[in-house]
């Protein structure tokens, strides 16, 4: 019963450098999101898929691309990577209507230095 | 201003009393709130939601929601050490868009 399954758990990047976080779910969601954690500031979401074939914009989408590959994975790209992107990164999914709770990863955490 | 705040404390209360937390939100077209529980390290998990007026209670804890006021807390009842953690409260924006407050950190003394 795997649920929402991220990778990879840890990785350290230099500036500039770029990479994919992976994330995959198996319970069949419509909704799918990725969302940054940085200490005090709580989660804030980055960008979120909430059908199949599309996507939009959260708080914080600067420096940051997505793709809703199916409807099981939604990838979070980071082109060009930033220390101010050091953070930990949750993906989480959830049916859709507006009572359905998400379910989260075990999260990436990302260093850039 | 964020759109869901909380105090992010640290809240310290002692074993066996009522904890008591609480959020307000902004988007006044919000109306399904969530609470979540964050051990230090672990992934967030659903402790309960709420979406009309009222209490609503689980086991030990009770969610209220105000809409006039635009708050939401949440009470645990004859706290435990295992319920010191961050407790984070979110709310709906519509589009299936879920916004989080800050979180707050709650400690439980023996």
């Known amino acids: 019963n795997a649920g929402v399954t991220q990778t990879p758990k840890f990785q350290v990047l230099k500036t500039g450098q770029s990479m994919t976080l992976q994330c995959a779910q198996d319970?069949?969601?419509?909704?799918m999101y990725w969302y940054r954690q940085d200490p005090g500031m709580g989660l804030r979401l980055i960008y979120y898929s909430a059908s199949e074939g599309t996507t939009d914009k959260g708080e914080v989408p600067n420096g940051y691309n997505v793709s809703r590959l199916n409807k099981r994975e939604f990838s979070l790209r980071l082109e060009s990577a930033a220390p101010s992107q050091t953070s930990v990164y949750f993906c989480?999914?959830?049916?859709?209507?507006?009572?359905?709770?998400?379910?989260f990863g075990n999260g990436t955490r990302l260093t850039v230095t | 201003q964020k759109e869901v705040e909380q105090n992010s404390g640290p809240l310290s209360v002692p074993e066996g009393a009522i904890a008591s937390l609480n959020c307000t939100y902004s988007?006044?077209?919000?109306?399904?709130f969530f609470w979540y529980r964050q051990y230090s390290g672990k992934s967030p998990e659903l402790i309960m939601f709420i979406y009309s007026n009222g209490d609503k209670e689980d086991g030990r804890f009770t969610a209220q929601l105000n809409k006039a006021s635009q708050y939401v807390s949440l009470l645990i009842r004859d706290s435990q050490p295992s319920d010191s953690a961050t407790y984070l409260c979110a709310g709906d924006q519509g589009a299936q868009k879920l916004v989080f407050g800050q979180g707050t950190r709650l400690t439980i003394n023996p």
């Open positions: 319970m069949n969601h419509n909704s």
């Open positions: 989480a999914s959830t049916k859709q209507g507006r009572n359905s709770p998400l379910h």
């Open positions: 988007d006044r077209g919000s109306q399904s």
